[in-house]
């Protein structure tokens, strides 16, 4: 036996959870500073989240360290809910791609941003250029981190294969005027149209993390990082800012107004 292998996956294995203790940790502060505070679980959530294409791409999973809020800004105030998700697939060892044209994959644990929005609408989702876009597999570290990415292996099972589509999302990409990087799937191209030309596409414009996606279906608005593109120091915070102010966007589109009236 290779012991000097194994003391490589080891260290591999003790850095990897040394970075996501000290990213929790650094979410929380982050979020506290906020005003997000820790809340029981998603049973406030609309049900309209398990009709995403992150829940295609993750095959559901496990939601921790939720927390809830209220994100001001000078046009509204938004409610936001965010969770650290470890997808079903990672715990299986395989990740899944959204097979459109161009598809991404997400990582095996993802931070997500919710917030409510009018509905029920049809199926949106916006997505920024990045990483995510490579499909680029896990490295040597990440794999010998996991048990069942070594079993996989092992047998020679497959690590990845393409997710289920959402029903009614289009394969073809749609442009989004305003925001360079981004691109947009939609069945409704109407709806599309009047999202983006409400308000849509110029917040999308001004957010600055990469790899990021930005969903509207039924009654909420999903936001979440592809890959580690969008994991900076104040990333959670960032992704929270983001999430709350599409959602003030789509409201406007909509012709709703803000709780100031706006």
Known sequence: MDWSFLAILGGGAAVLAWRR???RKDQEDRGASRGLRA???LTH???GLGASALWRLSDGGF??????GTISDAAADTEVTAFDLET???RRGEWAFLPVERPFRIRGAVTVAVCEVPGPLPHVLCKREGRGDE???EDWIERGASVAKLARGALGLPH??????????SLQPREVPGAAGWRAYAGDDVLLRELLGGGLGAALGKIQLRDLVIEVVDRV???????RDALSIDGFVELCEAAAGAAVAVRHALGGASPRGG
Do not use: I, M, N
């Open 45 to 47: 959530l609309p049900s």
């Open 221 to 227: 608005l999903v936001a979440y990082p592809a890959t």
């Open 21 to 23: 203790r000290a990213a």
């Open 88 to 90: 079903l697939r990672e």
């Open 135 to 137: 499909l680029l597999a």
């Open 63 to 68: 939601e921790s360290r939720v927390l809830r």
């Open 160 to 169: 990845h294969h393409a997710a289920e589509l959402p029903p009614g999302l």
């Open 39 to 41: 809340a029981p679980d």
